[in-house]
């Protein structure tokens, strides 16, 4: 059997198309960012996309902790670790129908969210959190980079392994998600601006009993609205709707093991039964700066025992996690309305995830080492 993937990047080329035109009138000049014509997917990146999909969730760290390892030891396993193509093992096939199809799933959350990040939007949620329909609707939703000062942006994410996958049948698939679950809602309103873009991605990899030469084996395909202005994308000032960046700091909090901040969280978005107590966090300094993760001296619920992957746990850089908490305090201490924009910093990310495991919004992977300091969260006193 193949070494478990944990090393290796593999590279999957990218292809895109045009789905079709809003029925509503977008008076805006957002400019979409160019699609990649290849993607980068390392392991510990991925595996990190991975969980913060899953943590978007509002279900519980135990159940969060339990996709991701799930998610984590699956995926080494189906992937090889010798080769920079994104071609399943042969293994996979001897895993049943619908655990496979959930592991496709996993995947293609993951590698839409490492497309999106590549494209330079920030943020995240549940698209479900913004937008009330009975229709089917994409999956998460996506605000800064090019979507700043204009709206916001969907984005349905697919995943398949079957003998069926090709570029074909890829491209088809993804264009009958995006006019399904994305392109009727461009133009619509939400509490977090409108919405001025819609995307469907997809990763498929096709299952090894029916390969024939020549490879690819593993496709990625966007399919996106198309643009109704053309210039230079806006650029990322670090301006978050505020819907969207509590949602987002909701599940890289819990990845960190901050307890406290997401019930502070949960507070302020109407679940005033959580109390409200500080939170404290071990200090770890890494070549790329400080990073914060809640601190094993904290008290805590056993069910965020476990968010961590091999040999890494989650943490989020200090200056952003500062500028979030200072904000958060001061929401939750009112009586001002809760604003509806943020300005947090961007974390950037020129090189992509080839020699560092930071994000733009600051969540990153940090190595088990020891704490160079604590310091202390608390809703009435902000950081200290």
Not at 31 to 44: E, F, I, R, T, Y
Not at 47 to 73: G, K
Not at 162 to 172: C, F, G, I, L, Q
Not at 188 to 200: E, L, N, P
Request: proline share 8%.
């Amino acid at each position: 059997m193949a070494a478990p993937w944990s090393t290796i990047t593999k590279d999957v080329g990218v292809t895109d198309s045009w789905g079709t035109a809003p029925t509503r009138a977008l008076s805006t000049a957002f400019v979409p960012p160019a699609v990649p014509s290849s993607l980068s997917v390392p392991p510990l990146p991925l595996f990190a996309a991975i969980a913060r999909m899953q943590a978007l969730r509002t279900t519980s760290p135990a159940i969060i902790a339990a996709l991701l390892r799930a998610a984590t030891a699956l995926t080494e396993a189906v992937f090889d670790d010798a080769t920079a193509d994104l071609d399943l093992l042969s293994d996979v096939e001897m895993i049943e129908q619908t655990a496979r199809t959930a592991l496709a799933g996993s995947l293609g959350a993951g590698v839409c969210d490492l497309c999106m990040v590549a494209m330079g939007y920030t943020w995240h949620d549940h698209a479900s959190r913004l937008v009330v329909t009975k229709r089917p609707l994409a999956d998460f939703v996506y605000d800064g980079g090019a979507a700043t000062g204009h709206g916001v942006v969907l984005a349905e994410a697919k995943g398949s392994f079957a003998k069926t996958v090709d570029a074909t049948s890829v491209r088809r698939s993804c264009e009958a998600a995006y006019a399904r679950q994305a392109g009727d809602y461009v133009g619509q309103s939400t509490a977090a601006g409108t919405i001025v873009h819609g995307y469907a991605i997809k990763a498929g990899c096709q299952l090894t009993s029916v390969r024939t030469p020549p490879p690819p084996y593993a496709f990625l395909h966007v399919t996106q609205t198309p643009p109704t202005a053309h210039g230079v994308p806006s650029a990322n000032v670090g301006t978050a709707s505020t819907a969207i960046a509590l949602g987002n700091y909701r599940a890289a909090f819990m990845l960190a093991g901050a307890s406290a901040v997401v019930q502070s969280i949960d507070a302020l978005r109407g679940d005033r039964q959580r109390e409200l107590v500080p939170q404290l966090f071990d200090v770890i300094s890494t070549p790329r700066g400080q990073f914060l993760t809640g601190s094993s001296a904290a008290p805590r619920s056993w069910e965020y025992r476990d968010m961590q992957i091999p040999g890494h746990r989650f943490g989020i850089r200090l200056d952003v996690a500062a500028s979030f908490l200072n904000e958060l305090s001061r929401m939750l201490a009112g009586p001002a309305p809760v604003p509806k924009t943020l300005q947090l910093p961007v974390v950037p990310t020129p090189n992509g995830f080839e020699n560092d495991y930071v994000f733009p919004d600051g969540f990153s992977l940090l190595p088990f080492t020891s704490p160079s300091g604590s310091r202390l969260w608390s809703a009435i006193g902000g950081m200290t």
